[in-house]
Structures are given as structure tokens and as C-alpha cells.
């Protein structure tokens, strides 16, 4: 059985990100948020444009009040208002002044704006009240970026900043990698769907519906394959289905050792290569992950699929995905680094057990508590098919092998899932 550290090596490796030149897609700008940026982007622009005021004020030559104070103020002649979005038509001589608004561009002659606030106005004239530094206030053309270099790398995440950073730099198109391809199907003849009647014996298959919402959220495209009956002919033609149209294959269920759980040996009749079949985590221990022969036709792009074959209790499949999966996704989605899960250390508001036999992660809520995180243990049973207490979650309670007991207020290490 491998460690979970060993285990997310091994899938990390087998990870091949998308390729920049095949796997791209050209997108506008509007539809660009969440997206992986495939290729660098430049601009034409300097940034700021041109020389501009940081603040409504006077445009000035600094040699003209250098040694300007409230018992011998400077007067300057003002001769032009410029507002923004005006292109100034006089050039500042010696005792003049503009009237200048924020973002306004500098007149030729002026090399430093004086606040309004250190001044004080008489009709055309304008008192300067107090020296300023030398081109205080002025904002210089290309300070900011320079046209033609680097604006945004490739392989980083198109959020707000960078969807207002491209918009500003006239970029109203750009090359992103196309969404991974991910599908999922349940394995179990107790299965229904959420909208079908509930017999005897039945259980409804939330685990798909878990499925994908992550991976919705993880970026990726869910291709939803439905519920398949233990019956391994059914099994195989679904899983040969999926590994020809998906990057990752997700299924839940049938990857133990009962006598209806057939997944690992329809991946190895299927030349399936399988690097996974356990590891020492709680919950979660019983997970195959294999690859499929690129020479048999299994490739949707320049890669073979990769295959999960997760355990089919509940908390077991979502801790699983966000321990092992998830940083798959984010590394097969062109994300140039920070693949691997977040762990952060805080306290831990309740008293934290395990047999000590397994590396354990025991779900809750982060609260911020007096400006210190505090890790605060779901109620309820820490069973693997206790879904209901999963609600709200949004880390996991880090418990290393060896380690049986955290005790309230003590240090405990999480993995961070969602921003609390």
C-alpha cells in the first residue's frame, strides 16, 4: 500500500499537461475569466499612455516653486484647464500654470502637479503654498509597462486583475487551453438518479452529481456517462467509451476486493497500465489509478487518459478527489505551478482522533477566530458514508500516520479547499 505522498507523486508524473500548440482555443476576452492563458500576451501600449497628473492640482515647472511656503507663496499665471481626456494646446513657461484634473496628460513645460490642497486661487492666478518634490504627482509614460514586452505569461489563471490588465491593453482576444475533458459514471446495481423513485435496498447516486461540481469547479468539462450496473460487459464497454472522448476518467465504486467490484480487471483485459490499487489514507484507501495504451486509440489529445477509479462511499470520493485528483486537473489544465494541495497550519478548535494506522483528514469548517484560524470539526460521524455531515465543508483536518490525538487549541495542519 502506498503512502499518500508516494501516491501523489505518481499521479503528478503521469500528469501531461495539454499541449500549447494543439490543445488551445482562441476565445474573447468576455468569456475569458477562469481560463488558462496559453500563449504570452504583449501590447502595443505604454503604460500609462502618456504623462499624466496622480491628482487634480496644478501643473507647474518645479524650478518655478521649489522654494514656494505660506509666508512667501509662489504666484503663477494659470493659462490652460485640462481635463481628462483633453490634449493640452499651451506649453508652460516660466511663472504659469495649468489647471490639471487626475488622469489628465502633462503639458509640455510642466514636470510636477501641486496638489489643489497646497493652493490657493484668485481668479487667473494661483498661489503655491508649499514646495513640492520634484515631478511629484506626475505618473511618466511607460513607467508603469513598456510596449511590446511581456505583459502576462502563459499558464496563469485569467481572474478580474488580468481580465482588466488585458481589456486595458486592447487584447479583446486571446489563446487559452481548452477545458480538460473529464468523465464520470457510478458503478452499482443499488444506484438511482436523484430524480428516480427509491425501492428497497436502493441508494441514490450522489457521488456523480459530487463529481461534477468539482470538476466544474476545478475548471474542467464533466461528460456525464451515467450509472453502470455491476456486470462486467456493460463495465468495460463504458470505461473503453470514456477513455476515448476524456483526458481523466473518474468512476466510483467496484475498485475494492468484493466479488462484484470488476474495474481493475476490465482496465488490465483492456492493456491498462495500473499504478494504484491502495493507499494508506482515511478515507479513501481503496483507489486505482492506471493509464491506457496510447497505441490502442485511447488519446483525446497528445496524452493517454488517465484513470481514477475512486472508492464508491461518499466522503471517500470527495476526499479523494481533492487530495489526488484535483491537483491533476489544475496540472493538466496548462497551470504553469501550484498544482500540489494547499496545506495550511492553524488550531484546532476540537479534539482530533485517529487509530494512527493511516494518514487521516477529518472534514470541518475554518473560522477566523480573533484573527487566528481555527479548524472546527464537523459534528456527527467521521464515516466514510456519512455524507450529510459534508455540508459546508471547506478543509480537511490533516492527521499523520503515527499520530492518534490533537487536542483543542493545539497546532493541526488542513487542507485548504475553499477561501473561508
Given at each position: 500500500m502506498l503512502s499518500v505522498s508516494n501516491a501523489q507523486a505518481i499521479i503528478l508524473n503521469l500528469v501531461q499537461p495539454l499541449d500549447n500548440q494543439r490543445d488551445t482555443e482562441v476565445v474573447d476576452l468576455l468569456a475569458a475569466a477562469s481560463r488558462i492563458l496559453a500563449a504570452p500576451v504583449s501590447s502595443p501600449l505604454d503604460f500609462p499612455h502618456w504623462d499624466n497628473s496622480a491628482m487634480d492640482g496644478y501643473a507647474v515647472r518645479y524650478e518655478d516653486v521649489q522654494h514656494s511656503s505660506t509666508e512667501k507663496p509662489t504666484v503663477l499665471e494659470i493659462i490652460e484647464e485640462i481635463p481628462a481626456g483633453y490634449q493640452p494646446k499651451s506649453t508652460i513657461g516660466t511663472g504659469q500654470a495649468a489647471r490639471i484634473f487626475t488622469g489628465a496628460v502633462m503639458p509640455a513645460g510642466a514636470d510636477t502637479v501641486v496638489m489643489q490642497e497646497k493652493t490657493r486661487r484668485e481668479e487667473n492666478r494661483v498661489f503655491i503654498l508649499t514646495a513640492p518634490q520634484p515631478q511629484e504627482f506626475v505618473r511618466h509614460k511607460a513607467s508603469f509597462y513598456q510596449a511590446g514586452t511581456q505583459l502576462l505569461p502563459a499558464g496563469i489563471r485569467l481572474n478580474a486583475p488580468e481580465i482588466a490588465v488585458l481589456a486595458a491593453a486592447q487584447?479583446?482576444?486571446?489563446?487559452?487551453?481548452?477545458?480538460?475533458?473529464?468523465?464520470?459514471?457510478?458503478?452499482?446495481?443499488?444506484?438511482?438518479?436523484?430524480?428516480?423513485?427509491?425501492?428497497p435496498g436502493q441508494i441514490v447516486d450522489s457521488n456523480q452529481y459530487a463529481l461534477a461540481a468539482?470538476?466544474?469547479?476545478?475548471?474542467?468539462?464533466?461528460?456525464?456517462?451515467?450509472?453502470?450496473?455491476?456486470?462486467?460487459?456493460?463495465?468495460?464497454?463504458?470505461i473503453t467509451d470514456a477513455a476515448?472522448?476524456?483526458?481523466?476518467?473518474?468512476?466510483?465504486?467496484?475498485?475494492?476486493?468484493?466479488?462484484?467490484?470488476?474495474?481493475?480487471?476490465?482496465?488490465?483485459?483492456?492493456?491498462?497500465?495500473?499504478h494504484i490499487q491502495a493507499v494508506d489514507i482515511r478515507p479513501g484507501k481503496p483507489l486505482?489509478?492506471?493509464?491506457?495504451?496510447?497505441?490502442?486509440?485511447?488519446?483525446?489529445?497528445?496524452?493517454?487518459p488517465l484513470y481514477f477509479g475512486l472508492p464508491g462511499n461518499p466522503a471517500s470520493v470527495l476526499v479523494t478527489f481533492w487530495r489526488f485528483v484535483l491537483p491533476a486537473i489544475k496540472k493538466l489544465s496548462g497551470i504553469r505551478e501550484g498544482w500540489e494541495p494547499v496545506f495550511l497550519k492553524v488550531r484546532s478548535h476540537d479534539e482530533l482522533r485517529s487509530d494512527g494506522k493511516r494518514e487521516t483528514y477529518l472534514w470541518g469548517k475554518l473560522h477566523l477566530i480573533n484573527g487566528v484560524y481555527e479548524f472546527h470539526k464537523a459534528s456527527g460521524s467521521h464515516s466514510s458514508g456519512n455524507l450529510i455531515n459534508l455540508a459546508q465543508t471547506n478543509a480537511l483536518a490533516l492527521l499523520p500516520v503515527g499520530k492518534t490525538l490533537i487536542s483543542p487549541q493545539e497546532e493541526v495542519e488542513v487542507l485548504q479547499l475553499i477561501t473561508p
Open positions: 487584447c479583446p482576444k486571446l489563446n487559452v487551453y481548452r477545458r480538460p475533458r473529464v468523465a464520470i459514471f457510478s458503478t452499482g446495481d443499488e444506484l438511482v438518479r436523484a430524480d428516480e423513485s427509491l425501492q468539482l470538476v466544474k469547479e476545478s475548471g474542467a468539462e464533466p461528460l456525464l456517462l451515467g450509472i453502470v450496473k455491476d456486470e462486467p460487459v456493460a463495465l468495460r464497454k463504458v476515448a472522448i476524456a483526458d481523466i476518467v473518474l468512476s466510483s465504486g467496484g475498485v475494492s476486493v468484493g466479488d462484484y467490484d470488476y474495474v481493475d480487471k476490465i482496465l488490465e483485459s483492456l492493456e491498462a497500465k495500473i486505482t489509478v492506471a493509464t491506457f495504451p496510447t497505441d490502442k486509440g485511447y488519446r483525446v489529445s497528445t496524452h493517454s
